[in-house]
């Protein structure tokens, strides 16, 4: 019964539904996929064949529930899941799998004692729309499997949105046809970072690797299929180094030589920014209108953080692009830059999202705001009535620490416990009076940057289990108050879940510590 995220209601009534070789799954119009979906997934798991027919699992869409939210009722007659949508129905099959024990994450469980469902009823419906998760595969390249295999694992917490950051100063992940060395040059770096600063074993052994466009095609309809959004991110005009890298002629060619420059190898801001000549802007446009191929979200992320202004303050080029285009100064010019693409986007019928940094010389006018250095970025932006993504890193970087225990395996200074991500509030009290603005609050997203992470073991390491925290604090009807949470209470039901993350083989955080 301990449901992770929490529901918003749960009634326990005694008894339990037998599920056996002969139970019957079925669907009506416009739950077929998720039946499928569980059929598969049970049917691997339990090695039931969950035949159509009725009287046993019976899934419908009903559109008096909110959209993605769902009510699932288990009782001797059999379990009849509700969605508001297709997407409500398969969070609800995600509770129906947690009810079943841990045993229901593992491929071809053995079990003497059989399979049931306790009787409940479960009423449920998510707080925020966009509950994401970024996964950093610039820094450190995860392969294909690996993506696939977190699109599974946020799944079964209720997030639907992965936040992929493809480009840094670090790497270039995404193949693009038009511009091949991106990925041939771009992708690659002479050694890994990992031990590079925290006094470990340093790794000096080349690192690298992408993803084609069928893997990120791939990619993009198994996450669809699971009812989440694969949102791209371009990190534009900073964090481009292994861009300058590969064309050379993108960046500040009239103040540092760039065609000496290699993709990036240590973490960092870096000076090495995008110019703003014409012909950058036209890169840009060409990557994109790739990308918008392979990823039909809504949005799509072009970074804009941590963009350092001094090869602008020297460039003979950009000072001319200031003049003729009247602006006040540097900001302004990466302002105008962001303004571009935001209106590239809009004709295209896609929006622009970007970290709080583009708030400063002028917000585009469509564009959505990532804030990351704390709540003031989104709070601003929500106020001048655009949509906003908190991501405080004060609460939800999930590479920051775990404990100040000498034994965590990063350096990255800040401690970010377990209890301090469940009572990480998305909403700021500055916007709980002002519902105006609040309604531009419409999600929040924990952040996995893996400058310090050089494998999918680390990544699972320092996700979990603050993401199952997270994944409450975006889903569940927690107390806006972070002292009146139940931190209590939600350890104990983790419990429950540790067993269920380690069935799915996730190589979490030890709750007492970091393992030996
Ligand atoms: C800041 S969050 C960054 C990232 C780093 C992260 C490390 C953001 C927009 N920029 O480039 O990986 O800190 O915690």
Partial sequence: MDLIPAPLSLARPAGTFPLTATTALDGGPGAESVAAWLRAELGAAAGLPLPPGSGGIRLDLDGSLAAEGYRLVVDAGGVRLSGGSAAGLFWGAQTL???????????????????????????????????????????????????LRYVDLIAAHKLNVLHLHLTDDQGWRVEIRRYPRLTETGSWRERSMVGFRDGGRRDDRPHGGYYTQDDLREIVAYAAARHITVVPEIDIPGHSQAAIAAYPELGNHDVVDTAALATFTDWGVNPNVLNVEDGTLRFYEHVLEEVLELFPSAFVHLGGDECPKDQWRASASAQARI?????????????????????????????????????????????????????????????AGHDVVMCPEQHVYLDHRESALAEEPIPVGYVRTLEDVYRYEPLPPELRQDEAAARHVIGTQANVWTEFMDDVRSVDYHAFPRLAAFAEVAWSDLPQDPEARDYAGFAERMTAHYARLDAMGVEYRHPDGPRP
């Fill in 97 to 147: 799998r947690q009810l079943l024990g841990p045993d229901a994450y593992r491929r071809g469980a053995v079990r003497t004692d059989g399979w049931a469902l306790p009787h409940v009823t479960v009423e449920d419906a998510p707080r925020f729309g966009w509950r994401g998760m970024l996964l950093d595969v610039a820094r450190h390249f995860l392969p294909k499997a690996d993506v």
């Fill in 323 to 383: 003049k003729e285009l009247g602006l006040a100064d540097e900001d302004g010019l990466q302002s105008w830059f962001i303004r571009h693409f935001d209106r590239w986007l809009a004709a295209r019928g896609r929006r622009l999202i970007g970290w709080d940094e583009i708030l400063e010389g002028g917000l585009a006018p469509g564009a959505a705001v990532s804030s990351w250095r704390g709540y003031e970025g989104g709070i601003a932006a929500a106020r």
